[in-house]
């Protein structure tokens, strides 16, 4: 039985090739049946997001297996088998338990340290489980997986740091304020980076959420997610006074919020402090604003600075977790090692039961027709001891005549001799 892991990911191959290769969740189940159809194929998982496509298989060596499965992943998806092959990478056995381990635990992810690829594996995980048949190891591979990604983000600094621009906005709105649940946010936009940070928001707590938009329709689909109100961008000066927050990012050619709304916005809030992190590139607050007592402005450059020293930290971090993967991988494949052998101790075990049982069941037939149970009793011990030891002492034996000390040490060790 061999373990293997084989994909392309946005460090091998574009997205081009990267969508053509999804499988997508109303297809896998038709994918894993024609997947395991193969007669070497034992069990799979099948990873895809939009960064990866990747087979976890277990699989019987038999003739040219990678060339097999590559011919099949290039037959499901009508590929040109030179357009994957220079993209695609293959682990066995020790790599590929320690590349799962990787991906599960953010090391090898688009962003380092990223969490929701956790979330995915574990998806891939179930959904290709369900009605489709696993091999033991295969199974125990993933579930060591995710009790390892557990412990990399328990022991140490990998996600503690923000890395993108909606997280470390949030990050930043956490520094200053020391607890959210009693702020009031004005989101400017309705794009995707408002999205992430409305929803970094909605875990925080947040007191109150208005979202400023030109298209309301759009900002209403986010504010009834994370429980906002929708305003319009004309409201924004006369709103503007209630955000003690204000995170901007719109594709404007123009500022939005300029000096003067800001002046008026403090003077209402008595000089309370407003915190205004500008996220739009050309930028929505006017610079000046930085200006003004009371008012604190950060640019995206801002953010940029903060999220550099923060992927230094992951970068320390995943050192750490490198070593966790390694000691851990180096755990599993003993493990897997040890349960190689188990058919052979099983085998073992069963046949000394048997010399075992036949040997008892004649010693009770003798009690039972009067002999005399010292000598029956020091009979079967005799002829137990000679059954047990006969075939270790012909492997001894041979050993000696062949000289082959190594094998020699090998049997007096197992059978416990110094």
Same mark, same amino acid.
């Given at each position: 039985?061999?373990?293997?892991?084989?994909g392309?990911?946005?460090?091998?191959?574009?997205v081009?090739l990267?969508e053509?290769?999804?499988f997508?969740?109303?297809?896998?189940?038709?994918?894993?049946?024609?997947?395991?159809s193969q007669p070497?194929v034992?069990?799979?998982?099948?990873l895809? $997001?939009?960064?990866? $496509?990747?087979?976890?298989?277990?699989?019987e060596? +038999?003739?040219?297996l990678?060339?097999? %499965?590559?011919?099949?992943?290039?037959?499901?998806?009508q590929?040109?088998?030179?357009?994957?092959?220079?993209?695609?990478y293959?682990?066995?056995?020790?790599?590929?338990?320690?590349?799962?381990?990787?991906?599960?635990?953010?090391?090898?992810s688009?962003?380092?340290?990223?969490?929701?690829?956790?979330?995915?594996?574990k998806?891939a995980?179930?959904d290709?489980?369900?009605?489709?048949?696993?091999?033991?190891?295969? +199974?125990?591979?993933?579930?060591?997986?995710?009790?390892v990604?557990?412990?990399?983000?328990?022991?140490?600094?990998?996600?503690?740091?923000?890395?993108?621009? #909606?997280?470390?906005?949030?990050?930043?709105?956490?520094?200053?304020?020391e607890s959210?649940? !009693?702020?009031?946010?004005?989101?400017?936009?309705?794009?995707?980076?408002?999205?992430?940070?409305?929803?970094?928001?909605?875990?925080?707590?947040?007191?109150?959420?208005?979202?400023?938009?030109?298209?309301?329709?759009?900002?209403?689909?986010?504010?009834?997610?994370?429980?906002?109100?929708?305003?319009?961008?004309?409201?924004?000066?006369?709103?503007?006074?209630? #955000?003690?927050?204000?995170?901007?990012? $719109?594709?404007?050619?123009?500022?939005?919020?300029?000096?003067?709304?800001?002046?008026?916005?403090?003077? #209402?809030?008595?000089?309370?402090?407003?915190?205004?992190v500008?996220?739009?590139?050309?930028?929505?607050?006017?610079?000046?604003?930085?200006?003004?007592?009371?008012?604190?402005?950060? !640019?995206?450059?801002?953010?940029?600075?903060?999220?550099?020293?923060?992927?230094?930290?992951?970068q320390?971090? #995943?050192?750490?977790?490198?070593t966790?993967?390694?000691q851990?991988?180096?755990e599993?494949?003993?493990?897997?090692?040890?349960?190689?052998?188990?058919e052979?101790?099983?085998?073992?075990?069963?046949?000394?039961s048997q010399?075992?049982?036949?040997?008892t069941?004649?010693?009770?037939?003798?009690?039972?027709?009067?002999?005399d149970?010292?000598a029956?009793?020091?009979?079967?011990?005799?002829?137990?001891?000679?059954?047990?030891?006969?075939?270790? $002492?012909? !492997?001894l034996?041979?050993?000696?005549r062949?000289?082959?000390?190594?094998r020699?040490?090998i049997l007096?060790d197992s %059978?416990?001799?110094?």
């Amino acid at each position: 039985m061999t373990l293997l892991a084989l994909g392309i990911n946005h460090k091998t191959a574009p997205v081009a090739l990267r969508e053509r290769v999804t499988f997508s969740p109303d297809t896998l189940d038709k994918a894993l049946e024609s997947l395991l159809s193969q007669p070497m194929v034992q069990g799979g998982v099948v990873l895809s $997001t939009c960064n990866r $496509t990747e087979l976890y298989l277990s699989v019987e060596e +038999e003739g040219n297996l990678q060339e097999s %499965l590559i011919r099949w992943l290039c037959d499901y998806h009508q590929l040109n088998e030179e357009d994957l092959r220079n993209s695609l990478y293959w682990h066995q056995d020790n790599d590929a338990v320690s590349h799962l381990m990787r991906v599960a635990s953010g090391l090898d992810s688009l962003i380092l340290g990223e969490p929701q690829i956790l979330g995915q594996v574990k998806k891939a995980f179930a959904d290709s489980s369900r009605g489709h048949l696993h091999a033991s190891e295969l +199974e125990r591979m993933f579930q060591k997986s995710f009790s390892v990604a557990k412990r990399v983000r328990t022991e140490t600094d990998i996600g503690a740091s923000a890395v993108s621009v #909606a997280f470390a906005a949030c990050t930043l709105a956490r520094q200053i304020f020391e607890s959210l649940s !009693s702020v009031t946010v004005l989101l400017v936009g309705a794009g995707e980076t408002i999205e992430l940070v409305a929803r970094h928001l909605r875990e925080h707590r947040v007191k109150k959420m208005l979202i400023a938009n030109r298209t309301r329709e759009r900002a209403q689909l986010l504010a009834d997610e994370v429980g906002a109100e929708v305003i319009a961008l004309s409201d924004v000066d006369e709103r503007l006074k209630e #955000a003690d927050i204000i995170i901007s990012s $719109t594709a404007s050619p123009l500022p939005i919020i300029g000096k003067g709304m800001v002046e008026r916005a403090l003077k #209402a809030r008595r000089n309370q402090p407003m915190l205004l992190v500008d996220i739009a590139v050309p930028r929505d607050v006017e610079p000046d604003v930085s200006k003004l007592a009371n008012a604190y402005l950060y !640019s995206v450059d801002d953010l940029q600075n903060i999220i550099q020293h923060n992927m230094a930290q992951r970068q320390a971090a #995943a050192q750490q977790a490198e070593t966790i993967v390694e000691q851990e991988t180096s755990e599993f494949m003993a493990w897997l090692r040890a349960q190689s052998v188990s058919e052979t101790i099983r085998d073992y075990r069963s046949q000394a039961s048997q010399v075992r049982d036949e040997l008892t069941a004649r010693a009770l037939a003798a009690l039972q027709q009067g002999g005399d149970a010292e000598a029956i009793m020091q009979d079967l011990a005799r002829k137990l001891t000679n059954r047990l030891i006969h075939t270790p $002492t012909k !492997s001894l034996q041979q050993a000696a005549r062949d000289g082959d000390d190594e094998r020699l040490n090998i049997l007096r060790d197992s %059978l416990g001799l110094e």
